[in-house]
């Protein structure tokens, strides 16, 4: 990328979905979920959605407890906000192939993959790894612009994430949201002590 960080691109996207939804009063928290496309880590797709308390009490009764049911993506509502990457977006796609090309200098052909599919893998959880510390810094970014405004006038976290949860993740998450943002319950949650 030329003019701009990954990290801007990503902030920038975000800042003008939040800002854009018309969200539900009851929203508390958004989610910024990386995954990949046919699990190919050249094509990355990171969604941004949201959940409600509304939608928390709808399944407390089916997840294995109250945490469970706040923090796991799985039980969210699955709303797209907005998503970089993939099929749906094929110029974010863009941006992000040629950012891991030219910034980060990591890629891979299907040639590549046939002839070392070790180091293709390893080449893939790279690509991921970094993607996933550009969507962090990017939530970073948003808070520090205070466009994680929610429909109360007040900030909300914004959950990066996989689709699993561990320590890894709620590092993350305490890094780049503001301190007391996110509950300790979450971090519980991460950690399986909840």
């Given at each position: 990328m030329s003019d701009q960080s990954i990290e801007h691109y990503i902030a920038g996207r975000v800042e003008q979905s939040i800002r854009a939804s018309a969200l539900a009063s009851d929203v508390y928290a958004f989610s910024l979920w990386l995954h990949h496309e046919d699990d190919d880590p050249r094509r990355p797709v990171l969604w941004?959605?949201?959940?409600?308390?509304?939608?928390v009490e709808s399944v407390?009764?089916?997840?294995?407890?109250?945490?469970?049911?706040?923090?796991?993506?799985?039980?969210?509502?699955?709303?797209?906000?907005?998503?970089?990457?993939?099929?749906?977006?094929?110029?974010?796609a863009g941006v992000v192939e040629a950012w891991f090309k030219h910034d980060v200098g990591l890629w891979f052909t299907d040639e590549d993959?046939?002839?070392?599919?070790?180091?293709?893998?390893?080449?893939?959880?790279?690509?991921?790894?970094?993607l996933f510390r550009g969507a962090a810094d990017a939530v970073a970014l948003v808070h520090g612009s205070d466009s994680s405004v929610g429909p109360k006038g007040k900030p909300l976290p914004i959950i990066v994430h996989e689709?699993?949860?561990?320590?890894?993740?709620?590092?993350?998450?305490?890094?780049?949201?503001?301190?007391?943002?996110?509950?300790?319950?979450?971090?519980?949650?991460?950690?399986?002590?909840?």
């Amino acid at each position: 990328m030329s003019d701009q960080s990954i990290e801007h691109y990503i902030a920038g996207r975000v800042e003008q979905s939040i800002r854009a939804s018309a969200l539900a009063s009851d929203v508390y928290a958004f989610s910024l979920w990386l995954h990949h496309e046919d699990d190919d880590p050249r094509r990355p797709v990171l969604w941004l959605g949201s959940n409600t308390e509304t939608r928390v009490e709808s399944v407390v009764d089916a997840a294995s407890s109250p945490e469970e049911a706040r923090w796991n993506f799985a039980f969210w509502q699955q709303d797209t906000l907005m998503e970089i990457g993939g099929d749906n977006d094929p110029d974010g796609a863009g941006v992000v192939e040629a950012w891991f090309k030219h910034d980060v200098g990591l890629w891979f052909t299907d040639e590549d993959e046939a002839a070392d599919f070790d180091r293709a893998t390893e080449l893939g959880q790279e690509m991921h790894e970094a993607l996933f510390r550009g969507a962090a810094d990017a939530v970073a970014l948003v808070h520090g612009s205070d466009s994680s405004v929610g429909p109360k006038g007040k900030p909300l976290p914004i959950i990066v994430h996989e689709l699993e949860y561990f320590d890894e993740i709620a590092i993350a998450n305490e890094r780049v949201n503001p301190s007391g943002l996110l509950p300790s319950g979450f971090f519980a949650w991460c950690r399986g002590e909840a």
